[in-house]
């Protein structure tokens, strides 16, 4: 079945540390990748995205992720966090081979504070 | 400025009162969602439609209908028969079906 994993359901950082958010996808096609973020009681906003070519992507805010296909990962990170990360992160995986069966999986977020 | 708009931002009900929540987009967006979301379950899908004039089912539509009779709405109705409608209801669009979604700012809807 398709799935995907976010093992850390909380997350606690300084701020200046760096970050790394995991994300663990089980896909049987070729997959396209998402990074979402969720300020408390606001909507989503994508961060960066992977469909295909270069495997370390660059996103807004500071952030990147890479995907690893032979890990089935695409983890989030950033290298030096500001309190302002403080929010919910969701990954979300598609696939570029199912038509119009596929859909989006999401991850169930990943909550990230940041101590001052 | 383009985006989708969700009105209206808290919406209180009686229980058995049907409530429908509002999503209008300027994107030029054809496909439209809706998603519930509740805390620490992650965003699960209600509804989506691909083009005007169509829709579908997602993974948890008992309860709820929609209509999509213009490009730019999709309005959600949150029928009595839902069993628990307390929740926080984000919209979204793309260009084409599941593609890259851009959200709404949420409707938290509370019903006592």
């Known amino acids: 079945a398709q799935s995907v994993t976010q093992p850390d359901i909380h997350i606690t950082v300084s701020e200046g540390a760096s970050l790394e958010l995991r994300c663990n996808y089980s896909?049987?096609?070729?997959?396209?990748l998402f990074w979402y973020v969720q300020s408390p009681g606001q909507g989503l906003q994508l961060l960066l995205k992977?469909?295909?070519?270069d495997t370390l992507v660059q996103g807004i805010k500071g952030f990147e992720a890479e995907f690893k296909r032979s890990q089935s990962s695409f983890n989030l990170r950033k290298p030096s966090v500001h309190w302002s990360d403080a929010a919910e992160y969701f990954c979300a995986v598609g696939s570029l081979n199912a038509g119009n069966n596929r859909k989006l999986i999401w991850g169930l977020g990943t909550s990230l504070a940041v101590n001052p | 400025d383009g985006g989708i708009t969700q009105s209206p931002k808290y919406l209180f009900r009686k229980e058995g009162q049907n409530v429908t929540l509002s999503c209008e987009q300027n994107?030029?967006?054809?496909?439209m969602y809706w998603y519930r979301q509740d805390p620490g379950q992650g965003l699960r899908l209600i509804y989506y439609s691909q083009i005007v004039n169509d829709f579908q089912k997602g993974d948890i539509a008992e309860g709820y209908s929609v209509s999509r009779e213009k490009k730019e709405s999709f309005p959600l109705t949150v029928t009595s028969a839902q069993k628990n409608p307390t929740a926080f209801y984000l919209c979204?669009?793309?260009?084409?079906?599941?593609?890259?979604?851009?959200f709404g700012p949420g409707t938290r809807l509370t019903v006592t």
């Open positions: 994107l030029n967006h054809d496909a």
């Open positions: 992977y469909f295909s070519g």
């Open positions: 979204a669009s793309s260009i084409r079906l599941w593609d890259e979604q851009y």
């Open positions: 896909y049987g096609a070729t997959p396209y």
